[in-house]
């Protein structure tokens, strides 16, 4: 008879879980595994709200398997490693994103591109190798494959590094194999929430000039004076939309509802590129017209490698690159995600999981 999900993991951990799709989480006794050989434990004491964990718990992209813990950008302490386990001790500083787990035989794997393995076990919502479905990081303890786990930098924060573990990767990659990373170039950012504004400071610290492009007028002061971005367009102003028309190299659309592209797409320079991040519930509209007509190019963009991870954090780490974030406690989780739904953060809600002992 196969093995019960209580005899697979027979250690229990506090956490916070929807259970349906009205938004809200409430805490939860869960089972985590025992420490395998080549497992990294970690004591999680923060971790990022990305607004795929809205997206998931609301159930709006139609994949949520209740009850759902979310969590992927998960900054802790390490509290015991298997015997395989080389890279990592008891007491290190580490993180762990979107990924917990993929097959490591496919060509995105064998390329170290394991964020486009088909087999990818995600860290929340997914099937894991063992059958049983994977709890994130709204968390007092995870349990991850070392090949998955992340260190962090000295000097790096664990609660303003936590957000680079999703958003920071994100907005890095596309920049990295999409040339968008080279002094002097001119990149628009669509959205100036957890992506968008870790999407600001990496562009700034690649030399770039930077235009944001929002929804939100009254974000414009910090956009420019704090973030340090060149220009701010309104996207509900013609007259500025104009004005940027066909002057950007690049854009990338970290935006979380959806829209219209082709105002956006005629801000590209001929030839320009357009990376989609942004997971809206409701398809992007486009026309044929607003690609073909200046030879431009749409792609996507999918976190990014466990190497490019690293590498990410470690490029943050000496250039002082960190989130803007509003730590919450655990009994304010719910507050934090109707004020996302609404845009009302600046610019990432971290969680100090440590209260979850509390709270539950
Ligand atoms: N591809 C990938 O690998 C990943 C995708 N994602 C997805 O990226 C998106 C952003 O995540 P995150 O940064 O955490 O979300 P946030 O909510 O923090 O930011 C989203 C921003 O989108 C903008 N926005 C909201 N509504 C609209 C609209 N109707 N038109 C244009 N812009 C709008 C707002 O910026 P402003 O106020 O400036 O307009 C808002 O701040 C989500 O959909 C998430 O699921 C996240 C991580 C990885
Ligand atoms: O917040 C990160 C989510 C990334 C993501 C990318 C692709 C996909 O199919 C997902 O379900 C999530
Ligand atoms: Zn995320
Ligand atoms: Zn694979």
Redesign the pocket.
């Known amino acids: 008879m196969a093995p019960t999900e209580a005899e697979q993991h027979p250690r229990m951990a506090l956490a916070l879980a929807a259970h349906d799709a009205s938004g809200r989480v409430t805490p939860i006794r869960i089972s985590r595994r025992d420490t395998g050989d080549d497992d990294v434990s970690i004591q999680v004491l923060y971790c990022g709200i990305?607004?795929?964990d809205l997206?998931t718990v609301k159930n709006e992209w139609r994949t949520a398997i209740y009850p759902v813990v979310p969590g992927h950008e998960i900054a802790g302490l390490v509290t015991e490693v298997g015997k395989n386990v080389t890279k990592f001790s008891v007491g290190d500083k580490v993180g762990v994103g979107?990924m917990a787990n993929t097959c490591q035989s496919c060509e995105s794997c064998e390329e170290g591109l394991e964020n486009y393995c088909s087999k990818i076990t995600f860290t929340y919502n997914s099937h894991d190798r063992d059958g049983t479905i994977t709890y994130g990081g709204y968390s007092d303890m995870v349990v991850v494959n070392q090949r998955f786990v992340i260190r962090f930098p000295e000097g790096m924060p664990l609660d303003k590094g936590a957000p680079l573990l999703?958003?920071g990767i994100?907005v890095y990659t596309p920049m990295k194999y999409h040339g968008l990373n080279q002094p002097g170039k001119h990149i628009g950012i669509?959205?100036?929430?957890?992506?968008?504004h870790v999407a600001v400071k990496f562009a700034k610290a690649f030399g770039m000039r930077v235009t944001?492009i929002?929804?939100?007028p009254e974000?414009r002061e910090e956009a420019v004076e704090k973030l340090g971005a060149d220009a701010f367009v309104v996207?509900s102003d013609a007259s500025q939309m104009k004005a940027a028309k066909g002057t950007m190299h690049g854009i990338i659309n970290?935006?979380?509802?959806?829209?219209s592209m082709y105002p956006y797409l005629a801000l590209l320079k001929p030839q320009g590129k357009m990376i989609?991040?942004?997971?809206?519930e409701k398809p992007l509209q486009i026309s044929a017209f607003s690609l073909v007509s200046g030879g431009k190019t749409m792609a996507?963009?999918?976190?990014g490698s466990i190497r490019d991870t690293q590498e990410m954090m470690d490029f943050a780490a000496k250039h002082e690159l960190t989130a803007d974030i509003e730590v919450v406690d655990a009994e304010d989780v719910n507050d934090a995600l109707e004020r996302?739904a609404k845009?009302d953060?600046r610019?990432?809600f971290v969680i100090d999981v440590g209260n979850i002992i509390v709270a539950a």
């Open positions: 990305c607004h795929s997206h979107c999703c958003a994100t669509i959205g100036l929430g957890g992506l968008g944001v929002s929804t939100s974000k996207s970290t935006a979380s509802a959806s829209m989609l991040l942004g997971l809206p996507g963009s999918c976190m996302l845009g953060v610019y990432r």
